[in-house]
């Protein structure tokens, strides 16, 4: 059970559009655990919004790191879709660093991963950790907060998906393509290892 806190709102301007931002606490009395969801929208919110939910790379947003993966492509090609679109949502939650696991546990993930040649996932598990330790379930809290039943989701990540839909949410999938060559091998082992969906003929371009 959630308590919950939010903070007031307001406007930014971002390449030259209006964005409203918000952010909300999500307090878990059973862990203790603290998630703080940062709330970008952009137009008004209708089904036919575009969501994307970003979760923070540190190295690669601050750092510019862009030799390992993705992450701030597929934020920088999600901002530019939903200002085309018009409208929608990026949810972007604080505590979901290294796919939940924690700025810590991800350095030494590339630790392992430079020094034996080993994807991600591998690193993962040689450190005892899960793929994938994200959790959704502040996304219902978002659907009902601003009344759609459908969300058009900007991600290759299935799980998600699922997860989604899990919460009885209707969720279509738009797929975010990245056109950073040095990364092919990353989104291959996403493809192959992580079952995310990546169209065939992109994939054949790394
Ligand atoms: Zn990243």
């Keep these: 059970m959630y308590f919950i806190r939010s903070s007031k709102e307001y406007d930014i301007d971002y390449l030259d559009h209006k964005w409203h931002l918000s952010a909300v606490e999500f307090y878990d009395r059973c862990t203790r655990r603290v998630n703080t969801v940062l709330c970008y929208r952009h137009g008004v919110i209708s089904n036919s919004s575009y969501m994307r939910i970003n979760s923070p790379c540190i190295t690669s947003e601050l750092f510019n790191d862009f030799n390992r993966c993705d992450c701030k492509d597929q934020f920088d090609v999600s901002i530019d879709m939903i200002q085309k679109n018009g409208s929608g949502f990026i949810l972007y939650n604080q505590e979901e660093e290294g796919r939940g696991s924690g700025i810590l546990d991800k350095i030494d993930s590339y630790y392992l991963m430079d020094k034996d040649n080993i994807s991600t996932k591998k690193a993962f598990e040689c450190l ?33 998906i699922q997860s989604i839909c899990d919460m009885g949410i209707n969720c279509t999938r738009t797929p975010v393509v990245s056109s950073n060559p040095k990364i092919g091998q990353y989104i291959k082992s996403k493809a192959k290892e992580l079952g995310h969906l990546f169209d065939k003929e992109l994939l054949n371009t790394y």
Excluded: P, Q
Aim: cysteine-free.
């Design 128 to 160: 005892g950790l899960n793929t994938d330790s994200r959790n959704y379930s502040y996304v219902k809290y978002f659907a009902e907060h601003f009344n759609f039943t459908t969300i058009r989701l900007l991600t290759n990540n299935n799980d998600k």
